[in-house]
């Protein structure tokens, strides 16, 4: 196993993945069908994984993984899944894969919350994708009402299933009831016309949490991972400047909250100042850009 590990590594850091050990471990122990704690303690201590727990077969699969791997196919890709949180997300082709930076997003809008003492909230996830910000708040809010707004229907089909396998734990059958998906496209003029149930809320909503496409469509990104594979409705913001989405968005997000209510919106680190003025030019008030664990501007707050 441990030569094993060495050669994929070593295949992976000359095919230009920058975390080609992590990687490579991590793929390992998707191949063996055990946790990579399992895998890293095994070959700490040097006794191997019990032969047992090692799903058979796992050398041919293992191949297969790095070979997917050094192509640039995205590790979550081969593995079907993202850590989210506290949560495990089924991720593939066709649905946008969650980053660390949006957990500080969500984390930003639950921080709000809990500072004003909000009951029973109902929060909007626009932009959904494969449901992680939205179901990070049902299940973290204990009495929140989630609706999760999502134009991809193959993105929408990860954000049913991932909401399904959450709520099948046993840790989160709460949030039955409380989460509800709409496949429907978030820059309209008039998001209450998407549902019935949509236009009951409007106007009453305490908080919008939103990782739009904001990509500027002049700045192709250049990690393969994300030019190939991440779906483009996703990534391009609509113009050069990467601004229209997320300003349709923004206007959406006016049109659901309540007097008071906030929005909390990731962004490029390029676009801070421009959607913070634009917040405030359509009604906001009390606008901020808050930064990511690296001290770039990544998101911006702004109160109705």
Not at 22 to 38: K, N, P, T
Not at 40 to 67: C, P, Q, T
Not at 123 to 134: K, P, Q
Not at 232 to 256: C, H, K, N, T, W
């Amino acid at each position: 196993m441990r030569e094993l590990l060495r050669n994929a590594t070593m295949r992976l850091s000359r095919a230009g993945v920058e975390s080609a050990e992590y990687d490579a471990r991590l793929l390992l122990a998707e191949a063996c069908g055990v946790s990579l704690a399992e895998l890293n303690k095994a070959l700490l201590m040097g006794n191997g994984v019990g032969s047992a727990h090692i799903s058979a077969g796992y050398v041919d699969r293992y191949e297969a993984f790095v070979s997917r791997r050094a192509s640039r196919e995205p590790l979550q890709h081969i593995v079907g899944h993202a850590p989210f949180r506290y949560l495990d997300l089924r991720v593939g082709k066709g649905v946008f894969v969650p980053r660390p930076e949006t957990e500080m997003v969500v984390e930003a809008g639950l921080d709000w919350l809990r500072e004003s003492r909000v009951s029973k909230p109902t929060v909007v996830d626009l932009c959904a994708g494969s449901g992680a910000i939205g179901l990070s708040v049902v299940t973290e809010v204990a009495d929140a009402q989630v609706w999760a707004i999502e134009k991809s229907p193959k993105a929408f089909q990860y954000l049913q299933k991932n909401f399904e396998e959450t709520a099948k734990k046993q840790e989160n059958l709460h949030v039955l009831g409380r989460y509800h998906a709409v496949l429907g496209d978030a820059t309209k003029a008039h998001i209450s016309d998407l549902t019935p149930e949509l236009a009951q809320i409007c106007g009453k909503v305490d908080l919008v949490i939103t990782n739009p496409p904001y990509v500027p469509e002049t700045q192709v990104p250049e990690q393969i991972e994300v030019r190939e594979y991440d779906p483009p409705l996703a990534l391009y913001g609509g113009s050069a400047d990467g601004l229209a989405i997320p300003e349709q968005i923004m206007r959406a997000a006016f049109s659901l909250l309540r007097p008071g209510g906030a929005l909390v919106m990731e962004h490029d680190i390029s676009q801070g100042d421009a959607l913070q003025k634009y917040a405030e030019s359509i009604g906001f008030v009390r606008s901020c850009v808050g930064n990511d664990l690296t001290g770039r501007p990544r998101y911006t707050f702004a109160i109705k």
